[in-house]
């Protein structure tokens, strides 16, 4: 496993555009995508954990919210951010 997980939901390609900026910027990134159940959902080995989610309907789109509580992250990772949608941070 890379040091660096986001996991990442994306619709239209913007929220995947910004995640790959992102692991860009970071190196040793994995881009785990949830549009459908995430292929890894362990991810206790990585040192930094994040997500790229858009807001549909003023909420997480899809299953997100169900996948996020199936997501194992090492209590001592050094950080755990949440990046949502760069339109909602703008407001
Ligand atoms: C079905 C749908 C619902 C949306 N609802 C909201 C919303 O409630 N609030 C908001 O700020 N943007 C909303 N948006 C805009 C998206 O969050 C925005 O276009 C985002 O960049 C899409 O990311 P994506 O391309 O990764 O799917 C919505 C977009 C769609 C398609």
Same mark, same amino acid.
């Given at each position: @496993?890379?040091?660096? %997980?986001?996991?990442?939901?994306?619709?239209?390609?913007?929220?995947?555009? @910004? #995640?790959?900026?992102? #692991?860009?910027?970071?190196?040793?990134?994995?881009?785990? @995508? @949830?549009?459908?159940?995430? #292929? %890894?959902?362990? /991810? &206790?080995? #990585?040192? &930094? /954990?994040?997500? /790229?989610v858009p807001c549909y309907g003023g909420g997480l789109p899809g299953h997100v919210e169900r996948y996020i509580h199936d997501i194992k992250v090492a209590t001592a990772a050094d950080s755990r951010v949440t990046l949502r949608d760069i339109s909602t941070i703008s407001r």
């Amino acid at each position: @496993m890379k040091e660096n %997980v986001i996991f990442c939901y994306s619709g239209t390609g913007n929220c995947l555009d @910004m #995640a790959k900026n992102i #692991a860009k910027e970071l190196g040793d990134t994995d881009i785990i @995508m @949830m549009r459908k159940y995430p #292929a %890894v959902t362990d /991810v &206790r080995e #990585a040192k &930094r /954990v994040g997500f /790229v989610v858009p807001c549909y309907g003023g909420g997480l789109p899809g299953h997100v919210e169900r996948y996020i509580h199936d997501i194992k992250v090492a209590t001592a990772a050094d950080s755990r951010v949440t990046l949502r949608d760069i339109s909602t941070i703008s407001r």
